[in-house]
């Protein structure tokens, strides 16, 4: 086996900082290691799935062992202590770059495997507000890395990208820096004009990266769902708590929802989330002409919020 080390800064607090000095422990295709078989109807896997129903990754989890798999790249292999991952390169392809294999892991593995060692991660992007964080969730391809952008050309810091990590108390919703790079798929970034930011290696490009603060209160959510009726205006409603909380860990990363206390754990955190923050729905179509009202409506929105008790 062949070993990369992803080092990481020492300050990340909770779990992640020593998640994300795990050793990846890249298998040649001579070990004897045995993988899943990634099929939906397996009620030990879970598909992720983009906008459009398609897959991009499976997760499996046994109690004892948990696996990602990104087809194309490969699969990652993670236990309990979380001193190690075993990458599994894809069999009958191309061997990926050391670089992607290092990007996978950040992106979508390590919030999967922060999971399972009791951290709650939510799929979002977020903006630093005043003195808070704002985050807008949903599925892959919905726009939440556009809106990001969109709001920090307003002059809003970017929080996250893609990975949003919380805790939750009686008294407060925290969120906790996570190392990102904002990515801006080419629909947007031509858009925002910024062909010469394009990466050549992903259908992706990279809008900027922040330095990350100390943990910081979680404002509000807006729950991103792209319409596909041509007259669909931006329509924003605040969720019930209750709705709120379906609505939210719909967007969780997570295994599933039948890990005993590691479900319980995970329930009783989105519930202080959902009874402690606002939660909205916003809805439009499928068009970047309306992201200058989405922008309105969220600046409008977490002002309104701001004057609440």
């Given at each position: 086996m062949r070993f990369v080390?992803?080092?990481?800064?020492?300050?990340?607090?909770s779990s992640i900082g020593?998640?994300?000095?795990?050793?990846?422990?890249?298998?040649?295709?001579?070990?004897?290691?045995?993988l899943p078989v990634w099929d939906d109807g397996n009620p030990a896997v879970r598909a992720q799935r983009n906008l459009d129903g398609s897959i991009w990754a499976?997760?499996?989890?046994?109690?004892?062992?948990?696996?990602?798999?990104?087809?194309?790249?490969?699969?990652?292999?993670?236990?309990?202590?979380?001193?190690?991952?075993?990458?599994?390169?894809?069999?009958?392809?191309?061997?990926?770059?050391?670089?992607?294999?290092e990007d996978t892991y950040q992106r979508a593995v390590l919030?999967?495997?922060?999971?399972?060692?009791?951290?709650?991660?939510?799929?979002?992007?977020?903006?630093?507000?005043?003195?808070?964080?704002v985050a807008f969730s949903g599925r892959s391809q919905t726009g939440k890395s556009t809106v990001a952008y969109g709001l920090h050309r307003r002059g809003y810091r970017v929080w996250a990208d893609d990975t949003l990590v919380f805790d939750a108390s009686a008294e407060s919703v925290q969120v906790i820096p996570y190392p990102h790079r904002l990515r801006i798929r080419a629909e947007a970034a031509e858009y925002f004009d910024l062909r010469e930011l394009r990466r050549h290696d992903t259908s992706s490009w990279t809008a900027l990266e922040q330095a990350q603060d100390e943990?910081?209160?979680?404002?509000?959510?807006?729950?991103?769902?792209?319409?596909?009726?041509?007259?669909?205006?931006?329509?924003?409603?605040?969720?019930?708590?209750?709705?709120?909380?379906?609505?939210?860990?719909?967007?969780?990363?997570?295994?599933?929802?039948?890990?005993?206390?590691?479900?319980?754990?995970m329930i009783r955190k989105y519930f202080l989330l959902a009874t402690q923050?606002?939660?909205?729905?916003?809805?439009?179509?499928?068009?970047?002409?309306?992201?200058?009202?989405?922008?309105d409506q969220a600046e409008s929105i977490v002002r309104e919020v701001a004057t609440e008790p």
């Open positions: 080390r992803v080092e990481q800064p020492s300050f990340l607090p020593q998640m994300k000095s795990l050793k990846l422990t890249v298998a040649s295709a001579d070990d004897p290691i045995e499976y997760s499996y989890s046994d109690g004892t062992e948990r696996w990602m798999h990104v087809p194309g790249i490969a699969s990652f292999r993670f236990g309990s202590r979380g001193e190690e991952a075993v990458v599994v390169p894809e069999p009958g392809t191309t061997p990926v770059s050391r670089a992607t294999i919030p999967m495997a922060l999971h399972a060692h009791g951290d709650e991660v939510i799929h979002a992007s977020a903006v630093v507000m005043g003195d808070r964080v943990p910081a209160p979680l404002a509000c959510i807006f729950l991103l769902e792209r319409e596909a009726r041509s007259s669909m205006q931006v329509e924003t409603i605040q969720l019930t708590p209750a709705q709120a909380l379906a609505g939210v860990i719909e967007h969780a990363y997570m295994f599933r929802l039948d890990e005993g206390e590691r479900t319980r754990k923050v606002p939660v909205f729905r916003m809805r439009f179509r499928a068009a970047l002409d309306q992201l200058p009202e989405m922008l």
